[in-house]
């Protein structure tokens, strides 16, 4: 049939089996099959290839709605989208607060230690929903998640960086429910990464003093008869031979302690697996947790997302351990 400028009483009464297209070139047509059953289709062309789109039932969609849906339709085929695959977006949007509870109670099913699990939650409490809680997710864009990022990144940076993964987490799951889109604003790469200094440039490792071989013994006695967080994490870093920033950015969600040695590791009571993005090469690694450093982490507290915290808040200072060094090297007579 030709096209025509189709009216609604023209819908309603049509009972000749047939195609009807209506002039506003976007392909919509009525279509009327044997025994009287009307419907909306539209029929365009993408990549090369004509496809017909149903808009529902005549009975139930009338022409002006049909009209409207055609229209829509062909603005997303001029971008090269087919219609038939778009989500149609949910009509009321969460905020970010009430989507990070639903994407943590997910994650909680994969964590196994309560501890864990309220990391993440004090992390949200703590840093991100004073600023994007009340926030529907869909307008949250990238300066709004740097604003919740800058003030922390120099300061606590090994948890502003947990911190923006876990909100990436977030939006991911949101973009994967259709609430918000592509790109995610908490992506790092191409993204985060010019607003924010890079983190190996934020907090610099400083030296330690060195330590005689044929010292070592009478200054590791020495280390045993002080207290406090730094003297802990610096028997870690002896205990393990890993990197200053390494140890003082350890965070208890890292850590796995076993009920028992297995049988490919006797010696192992745990193990620590440190994160890519903190390792100077770039590359995940794993240390075996020994009796002795089992003894001494479970004599700290667990009141942070990190294991050696500050006593002003965030990740230890590597002058501490270096102050501790020089302390113990003029009490001992090594220095």
Known sequence: MGKRSLTAAFVKNAKDTGRYYDNQNTGLHLYVRKGGSKSWIQRVRLNGKNIDISLGSASKVTLVDARFTALENS???????????QKEKPSKIPTFEQMAHEALSIKEQELKNPKHIAQWHSTF??????????????????????????????????TAQRTRGRIEFVFNHAITKGYASHPNPAVWKGNLEHLLPK????????????????DAQRWWQELKQRDGIGVYALKI????????GEVRGMHWDEIELYDAPSADTPDAV???????????????H?????????????????????VFP???????????LSALMKRIHSSDGTG
């Open 310 to 320: 500050s006593s002003r808040g965030g990740m230890l200072s590597d002058m501490t």
């Open 237 to 244: 870093l002896v205990l393990t031979a890993a990197r200053s």
């Open 286 to 306: 794993t240390v075996p947790i020994t009796q002795a450093m089992r003894d001494i982490l479970e004599a700290l507290p667990h009141k942070e997302e990190l």
């Open 125 to 158: 409490a703590t840093f991100v929903f004073p600023v994007l809680g009340n926030m529907p997710v869909d307008i949250i864009t990238v300066d709004d998640v740097h604003r919740t990022l800058e003030k922390a990144w120099g300061r606590t940076n090994e």
């Open 75 to 85: 603005k997303l085929i001029s971008l090269g989208i087919d219609p038939r695959y």
């Open 270 to 284: 745990g193990l620590w697996t440190i994160p890519a993005e903190r390792m100077k090469a770039g590359k995940e």
């Open 199 to 214: 983190p190996s440039k934020v907090q610099k490792p400083q030296k330690m003093p060195a330590l005689k071989l044929s």
